[in-house]
C-alpha cells in the first residue's frame, strides 16, 4: 500500500474518485479529438503511434503513422526492414534510436511471442525500448487492462489535483505519480481513461497557457481551488545544449553529382546519410567518423583536413550561403557551408561515400540537419532551383 501521507498527498476517497472518473470520462466522450490511432485496437499500431508521439506533435506524427504502417503493416514487416528503408521512414522525426529499438522488439516478438503482440503488462515492458508509459498505453488501449499510463502530461494534471511538491523531471519520484493513478484509473474504461488525460494535459492544462477555468475537473483541483496553478509542476529548468560549430562541405563534380557520406560511427545520426561535416578549428582522422573528434586535437584549416580524408582536387567556391542551426536535446550545432567544384572522383573505400545526382536523393535517408543544408543550399542557388 503507497503511503501517500508520507509525500503530503491526501488521497480521495471512493465516492470522490468515482465522480472524478466520470466527470472525466464525459468530457473526453463529448470532445476527444478524431486520431487515426484511436480507430483501432490493433496493438502493433497504437504501439507505432505512441512510439512517434513521444516528443512530438499530433499534426506532425499523423502523415509519418499512416507512411509507415502502409509500408510496414506487421510485426513481421518491421522485424525484417533494411536499415535505410526504416531510417527513410522514421526521416525528419527525430530520436532515431527509437525506431531501431522498434525494430529489435518486432524480433523479440518474432522469437519470443511467435510473431504476435504480447497481451500482459509485464510482457510488453520486457521489450526492446518500450517503458512503463508506453505499456501502460498499450496494454490500457489495446487489452483494456487497468494499467495507468504516466507521462509528463499526466503528472502534470496529478501535480495541479493534488498540490504534488516534488520535481516531475525526477525520475525517481515517477512512483507518486504512478501511485495516484493507479488509485484514479477507471478500471471499466481504462484506455478511454489514460487518453483523456493525455487530452487535457496536452491542450487545458498544458505547461504554456493553459486554461485552468475550461478544466473540466477544476472543482477536483487543490492547485485551482487555491490558487496555485502556476506553482505545479514542480520543474527544475533544463540545462541549455551545448554548442557545437561544424563546417559542411557541398561538393559537386563535373556530373553535378553530390558527395554524401553515411554516417557510420556516431550513435547520435547513425546510418544517415549528409554532406561531410567537419567541426570547425578541431582536428579529425581518416579513423574517426566525420561527426566525431579527439578532444586534444590541435586547429587545424579544415580545407586542409578535408584533403586528407578525401583525395579529390577541390576549387573552393566564395559564395555564402545562410548558416544552418539544429538543436538536438544536449547539443545545438551550427553548420557553416562551403561549397567546391571536384575535378577528380575518386574517393576512399573504407568508408561509404558515393558521388549522388539529386534525382537520387530520394532514396537516401536525410536526418534534418543534412535537409537543413540542403534548403540553405538551395536559397543560395539559382541554377539548381
Known amino acids: 500500500m503507497f503511503d501517500f501521507k508520507k509525500y503530503g498527498i491526501e488521497m480521495w476517497p471512493h ?21 487515426p490511432w484511436r480507430r483501432t485496437k490493433d496493438p502493433y499500431a497504437i504501439w507505432v503511434s505512441e512510439i512517434m508521439l513521444q516528443q512530438t506533435r499530433v499534426d506532425t506524427v ?12 506487421t510485426i513481421r514487416a518491421l522485424a525484417e526492414a533494411p536499415e535505410e528503408m526504416l531510417l527513410k521512414l522514421w526521416e525528419g522525426l527525430g530520436y532515431y534510436s527509437r525506431v531501431r529499438n522498434m525494430q529489435k522488439a518486432a524480433q523479440q516478438m518474432m522469437v519470443d511471442f511467435n510473431g504476435s503482440f504480447p497481451k500482459t503488462y509485464e510482457e510488453i515492458v520486457s521489450l526492446k525500448g518500450i517503458g512503463p508509459y508506453t505499456a501502460g498505453a498499450i496494454a490500457s488501449i489495446a487489452f483494456n487492462l487497468p494499467e495507468p499510463a504516466v507521462d509528463g502530461n499526466v503528472m502534470r494534471v496529478m501535480s495541479r489535483l493534488f498540490e504534488v511538491d516534488y520535481d516531475i523531471g525526477v525520475p525517481g519520484n ?65 540545462k541549455k545544449p551545448v554548442p557545437v ?46 561527426f566525431e573528434v579527439a578532444e586534444d586535437s590541435p586547429p587545424v584549416d579544415v580545407r586542409s583536413e578535408f584533403k586528407q580524408l578525401y ?45 549522388v545526382a539529386v534525382e537520387d536523393f530520394h532514396r ?9 543544408m540542403w534548403d540553405s543550399y538551395l536559397a543560395g542557388k539559382q541554377d539548381l532551383k
Not at 15 to 31: G, H, S, T
Not at 65 to 73: G, I, S, V
Not at 186 to 208: C, H, K, V, Y
Open 15 to 35: 465516492d470522490k474518485i468515482e465522480a472524478f472518473r466520470k466527470v472525466l470520462l464525459q468530457w473526453y466522450d463529448d470532445n476527444k479529438r478524431d486520431l
Open 62 to 73: 499523423k502523415p509519418y503513422y499512416e507512411r509507415f504502417l502502409h509500408h510496414l503493416p
Open 174 to 238: 515517477r512512483k507518486i505519480f504512478q501511485a495516484i493513478m493507479e488509485e484514479l484509473i477507471d478500471p471499466t474504461r481504462p484506455g478511454d481513461f489514460n487518453q483523456a488525460l493525455m487530452d487535457l494535459g496536452s491542450d487545458i492544462e498544458s505547461p504554456l497557457h493553459p486554461r485552468p477555468e475550461d478544466s473540466p475537473i477544476k472543482e477536483f483541483s487543490a492547485a485551482y481551488r487555491n490558487g496555485t496553478m502556476e506553482k505545479y509542476p514542480i520543474k527544475a529548468p533544463k
Open 245 to 290: 560549430a561544424y563546417q559542411a562541405f557541398i561538393i559537386r563534380n563535373e556530373k553535378n553529382e553530390f558527395l554524401l557520406e553515411k554516417n557510420q560511427q556516431s550513435s547520435l545520426l547513425e546510418g544517415f546519410w549528409s554532406f561531410p561535416l567537419l567541426k570547425k578549428g578541431e582536428a579529425n582522422s581518416p579513423q574517426l567518423s566525420l
Open 311 to 355: 583525395p579529390l582536387i577541390i576549387e573552393w567556391q566564395a559564395e555564402q550561403f545562410s548558416p544552418v542551426q539544429h538543436v538536438f536535446s544536449h547539443r545545438k550545432w551550427q553548420i557553416e557551408l562551403l561549397e567546391g567544384l571536384a575535378s577528380s572522383t575518386l574517393l576512399p573505400t573504407e568508408r561509404e561515400i558515393r558521388w
Open 364 to 372: 537516401y535517408p536525410f536526418a534534418k540537419p543534412q535537409q537543413k
